[in-house]
């Protein structure tokens, strides 16, 4: 059933313009000759361009209105037919913007960083096909057609994680990154089964209407939630998100920002009815989890891009705390407004690797220029730069008057409630986002004042320079993204136009939560301040809690022991029982036939010519020659009178 009769042809018209433009530049720079490989770093961004302004047509025209729905069949098996089909409400079409906007951004982003890349042409072509696998999981209607999107997702992801790869770091991440993912979607095939067995349909709609055991329930969403582990990077399968920052930074951003591992969280959305309290349990103690470890990993470490990465999964881990504590629309405003600081973050962060790189060419310099400690007073050389990077991260802190003091108040609120309406160990949930929030401020101020306060140090000598204007105009405009107007006018109250609309919003808002989280990040803000400069060297922060470690050590190993185990004896004892089986057929083959040539076929053939010899001499005694008559007479009377004498 669609609702094609409720919207206009234009809106239908800019809904498939929306999806099928990223795969247009995903074929087209393929087709571009190796030539002509520079026009992809116009095509692609023209043409992600159009379809953010054709997702910018979609949500105006979507925006409070009746959801549209839109569906043909698939494919039949036996007597069950699939369908797969299109549904747009308030939430995924401002997440189809937010996605194309993002990646519109990105791509001109990457116009200045990848300039003289010699794989121009696949960077471009799977950024496409990457935005274009995220916004199918954004419209999609049914539980198996996200499913084939979220593999696909995953697939560019392991190509773009892995771009540079005559690099044996990117390899090795795009690989960890794509097997990591398995794992949790493993578990998603597995409820996406669960769900058909006793639901008997995929469709999101259909499943919210159905009576639903809560038995099976609580098994098929923890199992959905395994994909979202894996994706969102929450724990423990989060160990493949520092890693991937081998790739090039705008991948990182994309990433990051609006792509990927909030995949999980707008699915986690999307699906939140299936989840019982039992489930949603769970979700909140992983969230939490997550949360705490990727924040005070993030304190100790001295690469900007896995600073940043282990913030993006302490934030993930916030949204999904969010949506176990049932504030689905709270963690969806934390997404979207995540999103912009997130990607301006990394972008600035790849402004600045940019510019390093520049300057040591040119000055025939060499040291790692991701190592914040090799780093200081950039303020001065990049003015620009600075300010996007201290915009975007007081929007990660959660300062009020930026985009990320609203959206953490909207899950502080939440958390709130549920801790006075819940169990007592709800406000073990609530004070660990609390100190999240708080360290937040803490490894954000660390970030911003190392780089560029202070006393220069390696880059001193070097004559840096800000990146071009088509790397400045993206970072400005999520900066300008970042502050608080685009989605409340009241900077002290996330009730604004979007929380309101993307959920069944709850009035979880209290003016003493918003008061209190003020002054608490204030505070924060304090500390890390008054503890400027000192350093903070743990080895158990630095390696994510040894966490990869452990898995490496405990299960990666094991395993590769264990298939080695498996191959020798599958190469010594299993091939070789089938070799010498396989010999020994030979043996027994060659033996039967030379028994069926020699025995069976010589007794045949001499029984026949035994047969065709007694014929021919019997055929002789009736040859019509009197002269052999004669002989054979005399020839039998000799005989007889010889037998007859012995």
Known sequence: MDTLQAHSSFFVICLGGALALPLLSFLLCFYVSEKYSWATSVLAPFLMMA???CAAVVLYQAWNHPAFTWQRV???????????GIHVNNASALMLFVVTGVS????????????????????????GFFTFSMLGIVVSDNLLLIFVFWELVGFSSYMLIGHWNESPAAAEASKRAFIINRVGDAGFLIGLMLVWTHGHTFNIEALRALPLDPAWMTAASLCIFCGVVGKSAQFPLFTWLPDAMEGPTPVSALIHAATMVTAGVFLLGRAHFLFTPAALNVVAITGAITALLGAFAALSQHDIKKVLAYSTMSQLGLMVAAMGAGAPEAALLHLFTHAFFKACLFLSAGSIIHALHQAQHQSHVNFDVQDIRLLGGLRKKLPFTFIM?????????????FSGFLSKDAILAALVHWSNTGDAWHWVVLLVVALVSFVTVLYTFRLVWTIFNGEEKSTASLVVSEPPVVMRAPMAVLALASVWIWFSWNPFSFSGWIYNHIGAAKDFHGGFVSMASAAWVLLALAVAYASRGRKLD??????????????????EQPTLQLADLTHRADKKWIDGFLHATAYAQVIVANLT????????DGFVDGAAGLAKSIGSFTRSFQGGKIQLYIFWAAFAIIIFIIWTLL
């Open 51 to 53: 379809s953010t302004v």
């Open 74 to 84: 698939w494919f039949s098996i036996a007597d069950h037919t699939f369908t797969a």
């Open 104 to 127: 519109f951004l990105v791509h001109v982003y990457s116009i200045g960083y990848m300039a003289g890349d010699t794989a121009l042409r696949r960077y471009f072509a799977m950024l």
């Open 389 to 401: 990077f201290v915009v975007s991260g007081s929007a990660l802190a959660g300062l009020p008057l």
């Open 538 to 555: 743990s080895r158990l922060l630095a390696q994510g809690f040894y966490v990869d470690l452990f898995s490496r050590k405990a299960i």
């Open 593 to 600: 036939g030379w028994f069926d040539r020699a025995i069976v």
